[in-house]
């Protein structure tokens, strides 16, 4: 019986989630990255108007033949390095000038976005 519950917990929460945010395809987002956007959804969830994740985003880049995920965060200046689909880092320099990766990376989409996230990119 919990098993159920929390199954018909977890739909109804997926199912009151803005669905225009999740732009790439289920089947294209890492298991990995299924389970951190869970976590966000969560959280936001339990305390909408005091959570951090409302300006959060995870963005898809291609590069080299490859998808790569970028996390994205309005509360901070840090940045994170691209992972790959098999959660493999991509080691390269987020503030460096003529990074291959920086220079050559395309077909932005988002995965997912928090409802106060703003794309400085664009």
């Keep these: 019986m919990k098993k159920m519950t929390f199954l018909i917990v977890f739909f109804l929460i997926l199912s009151s989630c ?3 945010d999740i732009l790439v395809p289920e089947d ?3 298991v990995w990255l299924k389970d951190k956007i869970h976590t966000y959804e969560l959280a936001l969830q339990q305390n909408p108007d005091k959570n951090g994740a409302n300006g959060y985003a995870w ?3 291609k590069w080299d033949g490859k998808y790569y ?3 994205r965060s309005m509360i901070s200046s840090t940045f ?8 493999d880092t991509l080691k390269v320099c ?11 990376k395309c077909c932005k989409q988002f995965v997912w976005k928090g409802a106060n996230f703003i794309d ?3």
Excluded: L, M
Aim: charged share 30%; glycine share 2%; aromatic share 20%.
């Design 18 to 20: 803005e669905k225009k």
């Design 28 to 30: 294209e987002i890492p």
């Design 59 to 61: 963005i898809r880049y």
């Design 69 to 71: 995920f970028e996390f």
């Design 80 to 87: 994170a390095y691209p992972i790959s689909f098999d959660q």
């Design 94 to 104: 987020p503030v460096c000038i003529g990074t291959e990766y920086y220079d050559n």
């Design 120 to 122: 400085s990119e664009d």
